[in-house]
């Protein structure tokens, strides 16, 4: 079932890799060869991705996906000509990393910068943006309507890119933004702590006819598919947009924006 946004295919991933899906290749903080790609992984160093030679099993590149697995990093195994074609420095050994743009935070920074400014938790989830430009402007648009962080799963979504960090215009500097392994089980976890979900979906109840104050956490889903079946069903409320057009959807980040400022609208009247 569909949300309200535009057409965009998901990739798929096999056992605990995912397989070449591209996302991400826009980032332009890549590391490149074995020896820079294990160094980053024990400085520390925030790695989304690892593009891998198909076929590849030499020592570095088994100590590389050794500390990928211990990293929980997506490997994509693809072939010479893909990463000929990501390689920005023509000497990429079989193995080039994309890193994050900026750091990723905690849980735990969400609920203390709700603490810090004395407001009921207000987050963000999304489920499987694909567009980098989306997430930019999702971010923004969650600084802008006082959201207190942005949760985003680890596979099958855009991480924190060059493209996002230009987009989302500086707001990545004061909203904090969570990568989640699961992200079923994060709103479990998090409706432990009080928090209320709703998400966005073309059949579901009015936003306006909602109760949608208190802590709430706002689901949005993937560009093409909306927000997954098991999502969808461990959320408390079904807002659907109001649509008075001759089409049927909204751009994952416009209708992101449309209903967090219901949110906005109902957290703050008066």
Known sequence: MKDNHNSEDKSGKKNNYSSEDGIGADNNFKIEGRNAVIEAFRAGKTIDKLYILDGSHDGPIQTI??????HDTIINFVSKERLDQLSETGKHQGVI????????????????????????????????IED?????????????????????????????????????AGALNFTPVVKVTNIVNT???????????????????????LNLTG?????????????????????????????????????????????????VRQRFKK
């Open 65 to 70: 996906r050794r500390e990928a697995k211990k």
């Open 97 to 128: 990393a994309m890193c994050a743009a900026y750091d990723y935070s905690e849980i735990d920074d969400i609920f203390a910068l709700a603490e810090k400014k004395n407001e009921s938790p207000f987050i963000f989830v999304l489920d499987g």
């Open 132 to 168: 980098p430009h989306n997430l930019g402007a999702i971010i923004r648009t969650a600084n802008q309507a006082g959201a207190h962080g942005v949760i985003i799963p680890k596979r099958h979504a855009v991480g924190l890119t060059g493209t996002v960090a230009r987009t989302s």
């Open 187 to 209: 709103i479990k976890e998090l409706k432990e702590r009080g928090v209320w979900f709703v998400c966005a979906d073309m059949d579901g109840t009015t936003m306006y006819d």
């Open 215 to 263: 802590s709430i956490g706002m689901v949005i889903g993937n560009e093409g598919e909306g927000v997954s079946r098991l999502v969808k069903e461990n959320c408390d409320f079904v807002a659907s947009i109001p649509m008075k057009g001759d089409i049927d959807s909204l751009n994952a980040s416009v209708a992101a924006g449309v209903l967090a400022y219901e949110i």
